[in-house]
C-alpha cells in the first residue's frame, strides 16, 4: 500500500478541525484500485483519546442513498423492474394527495428526488416501510409540480425504494443490501444494524454541539426507522473506497458498468455548474473531469463520499459529529489527489446588482413541512436570511439567486408569472412561501 504524505491538505485539514470544533476524521483515497492516502485526525472519543484509523466504524447519512439505488439496479438487471415502472406498478397503494394519476411517477422519480412531493414531516417512529404508504398516501399538501418538473430533496419518497426491493424480493431491506452488495464488495465493517454496532471495536463516538455551551457532547446512535433506507449505513472510509471501486473500473458483482453509469448522469440541475442524478451528485465538467459525490448529514455524522471516474479516482471522509464540513474537506482531499489548487471549488457565484424591486419579491417567509423555516428580510435594501436563529448577510448573483456572504452558499427563488417569488431552493429543499407570491 502506498500512502503518501500530503503536508498542505493536512495542514488545511487541522486548520478547519481547530475553526469548527471537529473531534475527528478518517479520511482515504484511492487511485486505479490502490490506496493512495489514509489518515485518522483527532479523536473516535473525546474522553478517552482514542485515534482514529480507516477501519473505525462511523454513521454515513445520506451516503446510504447510492447503495439503495444499486440494490434497485441489481433488481433491473436481474429483470425484474425498470427504472420507467410506475411506483403503483409495484407498490399499488401509493398515493399522493393532488395527484389525480398516481402512476405518473415512476421509479426513477423516487431515485433523483423529483416526483414533486414537497418535503414532509419526518417520522423515525414508522418501522415497517408499509406503514409509511399509509403515512405518504394521507398527507395533505400542495405537490411542487409534475414528475420531473422540480427537484426536492425528499426522505419520504425516496424510502419507499426500500418497499420495492422487499416487495419484490421478499427480504428485508437491509438484508437485501448486506446481501447484495456489502458481502460481494468486501464490504464487512458496513453494517445498518444497531445491534451489531454494540458488539464491534472501534466505533467512533457520535458527537453533536450543545447551541448554549457551544460545548462538543456526546450522543446516541440514531434509531432511524424506515429512513434507514436513505441513511442507515454505518462504516468505514475503508469500506467506502471499496464500495466505490466498483463505479471505477473495479471488480462489480451487483450490476453492469453501463446501468452504474446511469447513477451518475445528469437528470436535474441543482446548482450553477451541478446536477442531480439517481442518488449522485454530478459536476459534468470540473477541469476536464467528472465530479460525482454524495454528502450525508445526521445527529453525530457528517459524511461525503464520491469518485472521479476518468481518474479511477475515489474519496471517502466521515467525521463523527453533526454539521461538520465533510464536503469541503473531501473536495480538498480530491483536489490534491488531482493535483488542483487545494481550495478551489466546484463552481463560484457571479456578483450582481439586484435592484430594490427584485429584491421586494424575494422577501417573505419560507417554510417546510420537514421543520423549520427560512426569513429573507430587507434592511436598507441590504437582503438577510434569519435561519435557524441566525442571522445571514446575503448578496445577490443574479435576479433570482442570492448568495451567503459567508460562505457562497447560494439560495435559489421560483417565481410565478408576476415575478413574485413563491419558492426558495435552499438546503436541496424547496421552501415555499407563506404569504402573497404563492405558485400561479
Known amino acids: 500500500m502506498a500512502v503518501e504524505n500530503w503536508p498542505e491538505f493536512e495542514a488545511y485539514v487541522t486548520k478547519r478541525m481547530d475553526e469548527e470544533q471537529i473531534p475527528g476524521i478518517a479520511i482515504a483515497v484511492a487511485k486505479n484500485g490502490t490506496v493512495v492516502y489514509e489518515r485518522g485526525f483527532g479523536y473516535a472519543d473525546l474522553q478517552t483519546k482514542r485515534p482514529i484509523g480507516p477501519d473505525t466504524l462511523f ?15 441489481s433488481l433491473v438487471e436481474a429483470g425484474r423492474l425498470s427504472l420507467d415502472d410506475p411506483v403503483c ?17 415512476k421509479v426513477h422519480h423516487l431515485m433523483s428526488h423529483t416526483s ?18 399509509t403515512y405518504i398516501a394521507g398527507q395533505e399538501h400542495e405537490l411542487l409540480g409534475k414528475p420531473g418538473e422540480y427537484f426536492s430533496y425528499s426522505n419520504d419518497a425516496f424510502l419507499l425504494q426500500g418497499a420495492i426491493i422487499e416487495r419484490l424480493t421478499n427480504r ?34 457520535p458527537y453533536m ?44 458483482p451487483v450490476a453492469s458498468e453501463e446501468l452504474l453509469r446511469k447513477m451518475w448522469q445528469p437528470v436535474h440541475q441543482v446548482g450553477r455548474k451541478q446536477f442531480y442524478g439517481l442518488a449522485l451528485e454530478i459536476v459534468p465538467d470540473y477541469s476536464g473531469v467528472t465530479l460525482v459525490s454524495h454528502g450525508g448529514s445526521q445527529q453525530g455524522v457528517s459524511s461525503c463520499f464520491g469518485f472521479v471516474p476518468e481518474q479511477g479516482l475515489v474519496a471517502a471522509v466521515l467525521i463523527n459529529a453533526t454539521d461538520m464540513p465533510a464536503g469541503d474537506i473531501w473536495l480538498a482531499a480530491v483536489n490534491q ?25 424575494l422577501a417573505g417567509t419560507y417554510q417546510s413541512r420537514e421543520g423549520g423555516s427560512l426569513q429573507i428580510e430587507l434592511a436598507q435594501d441590504k437582503p438577510t436570511l434569519v435561519f435557524g436563529g441566525e442571522r445571514y448577510d446575503l448578496r445577490a448573483s ?43
Open 116 to 133: 414533486g412531493l414537497p418535503p414532509l414531516p419526518r417520522k423515525p417512529e414508522i418501522n415497517r416501510l408499509e406503514d409509511h404508504l
Open 398 to 440: 443574479d435576479s433570482q439567486t442570492l448568495v451567503m456572504e459567508k460562505d457562497e452558499y447560494p439560495i435559489r427563488f421560483f417565481a410565478n408569472d408576476d415575478e413574485q417569488a413563491w419558492a426558495a431552493f435552499f438546503g436541496f429543499r424547496m421552501w415555499t412561501r407563506q404569504e402573497k407570491g404563492r405558485k400561479a
Open 209 to 252: 454541539k450543545n447551541n448554549e455551551t457551544g460545548k462538543l457532547e456526546a450522543v446516541p446512535w440514531p434509531s432511524l426507522g424506515n429512513y434507514e433506507v436513505g441513511g442507515g449505513l454505518r462504516s468505514t472510509v475503508n469500506d467506502l473506497l471499496r464500495y466505490g471501486a466498483a463505479f471505477v473500473g473495479g471488480e462489480n
Open 337 to 361: 489527489a488531482l493535483g488542483l489548487p487545494l481550495t478551489q471549488k466546484a463552481s463560484q457565484e457571479p456578483h450582481y446588482t439586484a435592484t430594490k424591486e427584485q429584491l421586494e419579491k
Open 89 to 105: 406498478a409495484h407498490l399499488p397503494e401509493f398515493k399522493l394527495c393532488g395527484m389525480d394519476d398516481p402512476g405518473m411517477v
Open 172 to 205: 428485508l431491506y437491509r438484508r437485501f443490501v448486506t446481501e447484495t452488495i456489502l458481502s460481494p464488495l468486501g464490504m464487512h465493517r458496513s453494517t445498518y444494524s444497531l445491534e451489531e454496532i454494540a458488539k464491534m471495536a472501534d466505533v467512533s463516538v
Open 59 to 73: 454513521g454515513c447519512g445520506s451516503v446510504t442513498k447510492s447503495l439503495t439505488v444499486m440494490a434497485l439496479l
